[in-house]
């Protein structure tokens, strides 16, 4: 199964767990684990490092509008950002973070102004 599109089979040795057409599209997920804290969420690991989430999602990060989806094989503490390029084309969440979505978009967003360089 695709970890983009969650449709199609993968391509056998991809490296990113990729459909021929996701992988053709240039999309990805990269996954981020949160940890709650006292006003919300902090993420405290992910795919990326905090300088590459700011360098190449941070942007779209802070204008994103839209709203986290709900899936279902993600864990109440996970949430998966999904890139094609340098746009950023949906969030995903866990099913325990579905009444708290501001708030996980609020801590990612915080954790692409970050400039260490490791979780």
């Known amino acids: 199964m695709c970890r983009v599109c969650l449709k199609r089979p993968e391509i056998p040795d ?4 990729r459909c021929e057409s996701c992988a053709k599209a240039g999309r990805r997920a990269y996954s981020f684990r949160l940890t709650p804290t006292a006003s919300g969420f902090k993420v405290s690991a992910g795919e990326l490092s905090p300088r590459a989430l700011r360098d190449h999602v ?6 994103f509008a839209g709203k986290p989806a709900v899936k279902p094989h993600l864990v109440a503490t996970q949430c998966e950002l999904v890139v094609a390029g340098k746009r950023l084309e949906s969030v995903r969440i866990g099913p325990g973070l579905a009444t ?10 915080q954790a692409s102004n970050r400039t260490e360089a490791a979780w």
Do not use: Y
């Open 14 to 17: 991809e490296p990113h767990g």
């Open 58 to 63: 941070g942007p779209a990060l802070q204008t």
């Open 100 to 109: 708290k979505a501001d708030r996980v978009l609020d801590s990612l967003r």
